[in-house]
């Protein structure tokens, strides 16, 4: 792999999720944007045996790239030549009969134990401000065998305690929280992605594993209202390579709207890479 002389914060996450992806397993995506791009990145580069779902429960689609980006889901490009066109509910039916390894998501918040907001910021049914919610992502963290979240690396979406829980982490963290509710044992939170960093569980608590290498450790604490935990030793992630980026640009995020649309650019002076 070339080394990449400048990209977006955004494609950064996206590569560094392309890379987890694995063969021979499902993942289920949200749809549209990062968590799709993500899958199909790492399809078409590390892991062309994997098959993923969409959202709206279309299975094992082949879709005709480049496709428009907001048409990742519920369009004939997005579904071409498809196993199985399901719903929502169908697909929730695979994942509860354990079909389904990965689940990919966006979200607003996370907290310490892995619980997703993506409904609302504020006192619930006080003042505050509506989003639209989480669609299949409830299902999506309940039922899939591990959940990664994509995120940026923000203060006010590392939170001790999620303003409303729309989709499942651990819960209030205690052994046995996710049975308790109903929910299929030995499934739970995997890995939260941020353009900064990298996070997994450590006792059903999120740890900072690893970070990119323009940003410290104590930047990435700075940006987490509630201080997660720390590996002992923090891994250096790579930063995203010429190929990935080429395959993003030209053929998945085609406008730059999920690409361009938040965040930094870094670029490499000679030396080291630098944030803008």
Same mark, same amino acid.
């Given at each position: 792999?070339?080394?990449?002389?400048?990209?977006?914060?955004?494609?950064?996450?996206?590569?560094?999720?392309?890379?987890?992806?694995?063969?021979?397993?499902?993942?289920?995506?949200?749809?549209?944007?990062?968590?799709?791009?993500? @899958?199909?990145?790492? #399809? #078409?580069?590390?892991?062309?045996?994997?098959?993923?779902?969409?959202?709206?429960?279309?299975?094992?689609?082949? *879709?005709?790239?480049?496709? +428009? *980006?907001?048409?990742?889901?519920?369009?004939?490009?997005?579904?071409?030549?498809?196993?199985?066109?399901?719903?929502?509910?169908?697909?929730?039916?695979?994942?509860?009969?354990?079909?389904?390894?990965?689940?990919?998501?966006?979200?607003?918040? @996370?907290?310490?134990?892995?619980?997703?907001?993506?409904?609302?910021?504020?006192?619930?049914?006080?003042?505050?401000?509506?989003?639209?919610? *989480?669609?299949?992502?409830?299902?999506?963290?309940?039922?899939?065998?591990?959940?990664?979240?994509?995120? &940026?690396?923000?203060?006010? #979406?590392?939170?001790?305690?999620?303003?409303?829980?729309?989709?499942?982490?651990?819960?209030?963290?205690?052994?046995?929280?996710?049975?308790?509710?109903?929910?299929?044992?030995?499934?739970?939170?995997?890995?939260? @992605?941020?353009?900064?960093?990298?996070? &997994?569980?450590?006792?059903?608590?999120?740890?900072?594993?690893?970070?990119?290498?323009?940003?410290?450790?104590?930047?990435?604490?700075?940006?987490?209202?509630? #201080?997660?935990?720390?590996?002992?030793?923090?891994?250096?992630?790579?930063?995203?390579?010429?190929? +990935?980026?080429?395959?993003?640009?030209?053929?998945?995020?085609?406008?730059?709207?999920?690409?361009?649309?938040?965040?930094?650019?870094?670029?490499?002076?000679?030396?080291?890479?630098?944030?803008?």
């Amino acid at each position: 792999m070339t080394r990449a002389e400048a990209f977006s914060e955004r494609e950064v996450a996206m590569c560094t999720v392309a890379r987890l992806v694995e063969d021979g397993r499902t993942y289920w995506a949200a749809g549209g944007g990062t968590p799709l791009y993500a @899958v199909l990145l790492g #399809k #078409k580069l590390y892991a062309p045996d994997a098959q993923y779902v969409t959202e709206d429960g279309v299975i094992a689609p082949e *879709p005709l790239l480049p496709f +428009e *980006p907001m048409m990742t889901m519920v369009a004939s490009r997005a579904v071409h030549h498809a196993l199985a066109w399901g719903t929502m509910n169908s697909a929730g039916v695979h994942a509860q009969l354990g079909h389904m390894d990965y689940g990919v998501l966006n979200t607003l918040q @996370v907290d310490q134990h892995g619980n997703i907001n993506s409904t609302f910021l504020g006192e619930y049914g006080g003042s505050g401000r509506r989003f639209g919610g *989480p669609g299949g992502a409830d299902t999506i963290a309940a039922c899939c065998w591990r959940t990664i979240l994509i995120t &940026d690396q923000e203060r006010r #979406k590392f939170v001790r305690e999620v303003d409303f829980i729309s989709s499942p982490g651990f819960l209030d963290g205690t052994p046995g929280a996710r049975e308790r509710a109903g929910l299929p044992r030995d499934t739970g939170p995997w890995r939260v @992605v941020t353009p900064w960093a990298m996070y &997994d569980y450590s006792e059903r608590r999120l740890r900072l594993m690893a970070r990119v290498p323009w940003v410290s450790v104590e930047e990435i604490l700075a940006e987490c209202e509630w #201080k997660p935990l720390v590996a002992p030793e923090v891994a250096v992630l790579e930063p995203p390579s010429e190929e +990935e980026l080429q395959l993003l640009r030209t053929e998945l995020d085609v406008r730059g709207q999920t690409t361009d649309a938040a965040g930094s650019w870094i670029t490499w002076d000679g030396e080291k890479y630098v944030r803008a």
